[in-house]
Nanobody
Framework: QVQLVESGGGLVQPGGSLRLSCAAS????????MGWYRQAPGKQREWVAA???????NYADSVKGRFTISRDNAKNTVYLQMNSLKPEDTAVYYC???????????????WGQGTQVTVSS
């Protein structure tokens, strides 16, 4: 089984910064893409950013230039550095990893439990 544990959420003023972390543990053979999603109250979950195993990154237009995704493969951890935060960034943030738990086997997506980010003065 694969577990994801997120940390780093909280309350921050507009213009501030937060850094989210998501550490994967358990039976892991290989992790490919790692990513972040978010869900604001009353809205559907939306994709925020992703990083591949070759460390190619992609971002939603709404966060491009403000958020940076990175990964530490030795620690099976993905990060999301969020700068210049806006009230509309308020949401529960979820990490995801695409992982092969045991080889040979299919790639499966696993999700973190979510961490609240609130941007408010």
């Amino acid at each position: 089984q694969v577990q994801l544990v997120e940390s780093g959420g909280g309350l921050v003023q507009p213009g501030g910064s937060l850094r989210l972390s998501c550490a994967a543990s358990g039976t892991i053979f290989k992790i490919s893409t790692m990513g972040w999603y978010r869900q604001a109250p009353g809205k559907q979950r939306e994709w925020v950013a992703a990083i591949t195993s070759s460390e190619s990154t992609n971002y939603a237009d709404s966060v491009k230039g403000r958020f940076t995704i990175s990964r530490d493969n030795a620690k099976n951890t993905v990060y999301l550095q969020m700068n210049s935060l806006k009230p509309e960034d308020t949401a529960v943030y979820y990490c995801s990893i695409d992982c092969i738990p045991v080889a040979p086997g299919p790639t499966r997506r696993y999700w973190g439990q979510g961490t609240q980010v609130t941007v408010s003065s």
